[in-house]
């Protein structure tokens, strides 16, 4: 995930997940670096029972309030072209839909859902209250984070892991 200020308006310390994490079977890691004493710390994202979380590649925007992550780097080439497929987990119980889960309009219930059209891998770039999504050159749309966490949520509950 992209490192991001924990403040949302530029201020807070600041925080990045990494999927590489062995030193916690695999289960992600949170590196926090104090802006305050210049101290690192580390954590564990999931809980000690979630199984195959070596699989959540591009873990891309969240966690949100509820503690949601949506992980977005594929195209979808399965008939709805167009839309991005990825997956989204809840780092508090491990609950999690599919790896490949197809994030489209018309069954996610928003309108956000087609940011990572492409044939590059979806990033995320956090700025004071703002996520600027997008792959490619040229493909990037800003959004107010609130309404990105919010829109995660949504789909979170959608699929059944709120």
């Known amino acids: 995930m992209p490192l991001r200020r924990t403040g949302g308006d530029g201020s807070g310390n600041f ?3 990494s999927t590489y994490s062995p030193s916690t079977d695999y289960r992600m890691i949170k590196y926090t670096f104090n802006v305050s004493t210049g ?24 966690p949100t309030s509820n503690n949601i992550i949506l992980g977005a ?25 599919p ?4 994030l489209a309009n018309n069954i996610s219930g928003g309108g956000m859902s087609n940011f990572y059209r492409g ?8 700025w004071r209250g703002k996520v600027l999504i997008g792959s490619g050159d040229g493909n990037i749309a800003a959004y107010d984070e609130t309404d990105v966490f ?7 509950d959608y699929y059944g892991i709120l």
């Open 39 to 62: 101290a690192m710390t580390s954590a564990a994202v999931l809980p000690a029972a979630s199984a195959n979380v070596d699989l959540w590649y591009y873990p891309t925007l969240g």
């Open 15 to 17: 925080e990045l997940i």
């Open 99 to 102: 790896r490949y889960t197809t």
């Open 119 to 126: 044939t590059s891998i979806g990033r995320a770039i956090y």
């Open 73 to 97: 780097g594929y195209q979808d080439t399965t008939g709805d072209s167009g839309h991005v497929r990825g997956f989204l987990i809840n780092t508090s119980t491990g609950k999690h839909t």
């Open 150 to 156: 919010n829109y995660i949520d949504q789909m979170a």
